[in-house]
Structure formats: structure tokens, C-alpha cells
DNA sequence: ACACAATGCAAATTATATATTGCATTCGTT
DNA sequence: AACGAATGCAATATATAATTTGCATTGTGT
């Protein structure tokens, strides 16, 4: 269950777990927590980190 | 606020708030509340509703 | 080997998504 | 008008997402 797709999307923008969260206005442990699939992130938080990373939700969290 | 795609998509599938809960295993109301724009369902919710009415997140929770 | 940055992990706390119950309202049908 | 089905709405309770803090681990560069 881990969100290998978050993850590859977040390095190639350059971005640590530290500053996706900034930027996103949570804490590194919940950007750590959903990329290893250990959590259930809200829509709202869902969409941020799409936006922060130029992605869809299609993009980052839809299987199949 | 509203989420509107959601609302005709599930009246499309010909179903009710209190069918469309079922099949995912929540209640009518948190059905509600999302169709209302007053929640921020979790993604696990957003995924279970999309399969049940045959859409993908893309569909029905993003915007532009 | 050493230092430092990045990430993992874990316990306790806080915020909030969802459940539960009950009643009000709207809408279609007869 | 009256009935029932579907939805709205509101208060309280429960489950869980997210925070906070701290320390351990891994990796990279010098």
C-alpha cells in the first residue's frame, strides 16, 4: 500500500518530506506517514499535495 | 462548495443516498454532508464512492 | 570515521471525520 | 389534502487523522 507515486513525484520536484509539508501546511510525519500508506489522508490534504506537485488525483492516488 | 458531480452521478446509477451509503459502507448522512460540501471525506471514502458509481477521483473531486 | 541532512518510528495529545438518533422539510403520487 | 419516500439539519458520541516531541536509523559528502 505504499504511495510510491507521491513519493517519485515529490523528488522530482526537489522537494524533501520537509518542505512538501510546508508548503502544504501540515507536518513531515503526515507526509511520511501517507507515502509509506500507513495513513488515510483527507480530500483537502489529498488535492494540496497535488497542487503542490502539479499533479491530479488521478495522478497520485487512483489505482487501476 | 457543493459537490454536484457527485449528486448526478449517483442519481445517474439510479441510486438513493441511503443505497449509495450502503454500498460504502457509511451512513446517509456522511453521504449528505459530501454531496452538501460540508465534509472532507477521506480518501479511502472518495475512492469506495467513486467505485461504487463507476467514476474516478478525477471526476468527482477535482476541480480545473 | 565523522558530521549532517533526511527519513523512520513511537507514545501521548488534539482536531476533526463519521456514527447515531431523532425530527423537520421537501417532493412525488394518489 | 394526505401519505410515504428521500433528503436536510442539529446535538452528542466515537473513531481516527493529524500534531507534537523526541530519539533512532539511514544515507551522502568530506
Known amino acids: 500500500m505504499k504511495n510510491t507515486k507521491m513519493k517519485a513525484a515529490r523528488v522530482q520536484k526537489g522537494l524533501n518530506q520537509i518542505k512538501l509539508a510546508s508548503k502544504v501546511g501540515v507536518t513531515r510525519q503526515t507526509i511520511g ?3 509509506s500508506g ?10 494540496a499535495i497535488c497542487k503542490a ?6 495522478d497520485l492516488f487512483w489505482e487501476d
Chains 1, 2 share one sequence.
Open 33 to 35: 506517514l501517507i507515502e
Open 53 to 58: 506537485l502539479d499533479k491530479t488525483l488521478n
Open 38 to 47: 500507513e495513513y488515510n489522508p483527507t480530500l483537502k490534504l489529498c488535492i
